[in-house]
């Protein structure tokens, strides 16, 4: 089991940075894949980033040159850097801990584990 809180979402203006965090208890995090996903208003969960336990990443082509996912194995926290942030960025950043397979790893279906979520608004 592996218990999982996000912080780090807040209210920035276009062109902000901010750097969401993903604290992991129960089990640690390292065998796990620890995902972002986002979901705005209205619209369905969506991929963001994953760091695989080989700590090999993927984005999204959205966010793909803005974002950046890195994980610390040993603070048992996953981190999502994003820049340049755009209003379309506006969502709610769940995280996420599973053992998709690599064809899957963009299928919120495949993870075990989600947080509550942390709010981030754009605005222009």
């Known amino acids: 089991q592996v218990q999982l809180v996000e912080s780090g979402g807040g209210l920035v203006q276009v062109g902000d940075s901010l750097r969401l965090s993903c604290a992991a208890s129960?089990?640690?995090?390292?065998?796990?894949?620890m995902g972002w996903f986002r979901q705005a208003p209205g619209k369905e969960r969506e991929f963001v980033a994953v760091?695989?336990?080989?700590?090999?990443?993927h984005y999204a082509d959205s966010v793909k040159g803005r974002c950046t996912i890195s994980r610390d194995n040993v603070k048992n926290t996953v981190y999502l850097q994003m820049d340049t942030l755009k209003p379309e960025d506006t969502a709610v950043y769940y995280c996420?801990?599973?053992?998709?397979?690599?064809?899957?790893?963009?299928?919120?279906?495949?993870?075990?584990?989600w947080g509550q979520g942390t709010e981030v608004t754009v605005s222009s």
């Open positions: 996420a801990a599973g053992r998709p397979v690599l064809s899957s790893i963009r299928n919120s279906n495949m993870y075990y584990y």
């Open positions: 129960g089990d640690g995090i390292s065998g796990y894949d």
């Open positions: 760091i695989r336990a080989t700590k090999t990443t």
